[in-house]
T-cell receptor, first 113, second 111 residues
Framework: GQQLNQSPQSMFIQEGEDVSMNCTSSSIFNTWLWYKQEPGEGPVLLIALYKAGELTSNGRLTAQFGITRKDSFLNISASIPSDVGIYFC?????????????FGKGTKLSVKP | GAVVSQHPSWVICKSGTSVKIECRSLDFQATTMFWYRQFPKQSLMLMATSNEGSKATYEQGVEKDKFLINHASLTLSTLTVTSAHPEDSSFYICRAGQKQYFGPGTRLTVT
């Protein structure tokens, strides 16, 4: 089945630093999504990417849908303590009745004030 | 934006009892809802797809007789964990429709 490789697994950074994480897949997706999850809560959608090559920003967050449709990256600029959490990438293929999201294993971000 | 709610947010039950978890789409209709389970420090794993007016579709390895799903309306799906055991303790999260929004999750602890 489809699998996503997300890296790095965890990051420990200083406040103000930039962060970059990425996901790669063995197969293509129609949509790439990036979520943030905090303890005890459901994932919150950060950015959705719908077209190969698309580059989208949401405040300090920037994500790109790889041109091959097999990868995506998420950048966070000028990190702040509230950026702490687990970031998940997810690939989605619409079609049939599934619309299943395939998740990466997550990147745990820790920010030191 | 779209809002998905879950109830309860957390529940503790004894082994052998059943627990029902609700997932509601608050400002849109959802013919399809998805149920996920997440163990500590792990990613989300799809359990089943809930289809309004028809039977749910379960992922391989998920017991349909243990995890009963009812999608009775376009805004409500329920997941019932029957005869719960400690190994069923987990974080259960729903996603509504083709939108990419998740509910806040339900923490189930079976003692």
């Amino acid at each position: 089945g489809q699998q996503l490789n997300q890296s790095p697994q965890s990051m420990f950074i200083q406040e103000g630093e930039d962060v970059s994480m990425n996901c790669t897949s063995s197969s293509i997706f129609n949509t790439w999504l990036w979520y943030k999850q905090e303890p005890g809560e459901g994932p919150v959608l950060l950015i959705a990417l719908y077209k190969a090559g698309e580059l989208t920003s949401n405040g300090r967050l920037t994500a790109q849908f790889g041109i091959t449709r097999k990868d995506s990256f998420l950048n966070i600029s000028a990190s702040i303590p509230s950026d702490v959490g687990i970031y998940f990438c997810a690939g989605l293929n619409y079609g049939g009745s599934q619309g299943n999201l395939i998740f990466g294993k997550g990147t745990k971000l820790s920010v030191k004030p | 934006g779209a809002v998905v709610s879950q109830h309860p947010s957390w529940v503790i039950c004894k082994s052998g009892t059943s627990v029902k978890i609700e997932c509601r789409s608050l400002d849109f209709q959802a013919t399809t809802m998805f149920w996920y389970r997440q163990f500590p420090k792990q990613s989300l794993m799809l359990m089943a797809t809930s289809n309004e007016g028809s039977k749910a579709t379960y992922e391989q390895g998920v017991e349909k007789d243990k995890f009963l799903i009812n999608h009775a309306s376009l805004t409500l799906s329920t997941l019932t964990v029957t005869s719960a055991h400690p190994e069923d303790s987990s974080f259960y999260i729903c996603r509504a429709g083709q939108k990419q929004y998740f509910g806040p999750g339900t923490r189930l602890t079976v003692t």
